[in-house]
């Protein structure tokens, strides 16, 4: 197993923190993903959800809370907060108003099918979560990272939050964020992992400042996330 070297990790590093941030590209893939996936849902298409799927840009935001949890940096583990809770509000916002303005549109199998979360998704979800990183730390330019988008289905549950909401049917909206809030400490958990195995925990980052890591720091920010999946 051939793990990535100090210049390695730095550049995988500076790649996943600008996918963290709520930039104005984030949104807009947040918009036209969300846009494509509810209307997917509605429409009963699964080959349209998996499109959606494929240009939603919510692991960013995860990978890199899953970094900045390994290597103690909390600039990075804020923004990638921010983007994720920002990018979610979004897209439930954009879904409860797209459902509203859909002439007829009613609750449909691809909807119904993501509100009943079980220990499968959260398995899929942890070997998607591995396999992503895992690529990703190992090689790079792979192509799994789209792979993990599709099996883990971030952007679907949340668009059902928001057709749930419009349809006034609380039974769908906690059904289906429970399912979003277990794939996303899933990716979370596989992530810290791999970034553990990768070495990321050496060093403690701060604004661009690089030292060595407190373990004992490092092992109880590492704790939470895991005590939330097992939850």
């Not at 959606?52 to 990638?80: C, E, F, V």
């Not at 879904?95 to 398995?123: F, Q």
């Not at 970034?195 to 704790?223: H, I, M, P």
């Amino acid at each position: 197993m051939s793990w990535p070297n100090n210049e390695q990790r730095a550049k995988i590093y500076d790649n996943i923190t600008a996918d963290a941030k709520p930039s104005f590209y984030f949104f807009a893939m947040v918009v036209l993903s969300c846009t494509v996936a509810t209307y997917g849902l509605l429409s009963n298409s699964t080959a349209v959800i998996i499109g959606a799927m494929l240009i939603a840009p919510l692991i960013g935001p995860i990978l890199g809370g899953a970094i900045a949890l390994t290597s103690n940096n909390n600039d990075l583990l804020k923004t990638s907060i921010k983007a994720e809770v920002l990018g979610a509000f979004t897209a439930v916002l954009l879904a409860v108003i797209l459902t509203l303005i859909l002439p007829g549109s009613h609750i449909t199998a691809e909807v119904l099918s993501r509100t009943k979360p079980t220990i499968v998704d959260l398995v899929i979800a942890l070997a998607s979560g591995v396999a992503g990183t895992y690529a990703m730390c190992v090689k790079p330019q792979s192509a799994t990272l789209p792979g993990v988008a599709i099996a883990t289905a971030l952007m679907p549950p949340l668009c059902v939050v928001g057709i749930g909401l419009a349809k006034q049917d609380f039974n769908i909206v906690t059904g289906a964020f429970l399912l979003f809030l277990a794939n996303m400490i899933a990716i979370n958990v596989a992530a810290i992992a791999m970034f553990e195995l990768a070495g990321f925990s050496r060093e403690s980052c701060q604004g661009g400042v690089c030292k060595a890591s407190d373990e004992k720091k490092t092992a109880y920010r590492l704790l939470y996330p895991v005590v939330l999946l097992i939850v």
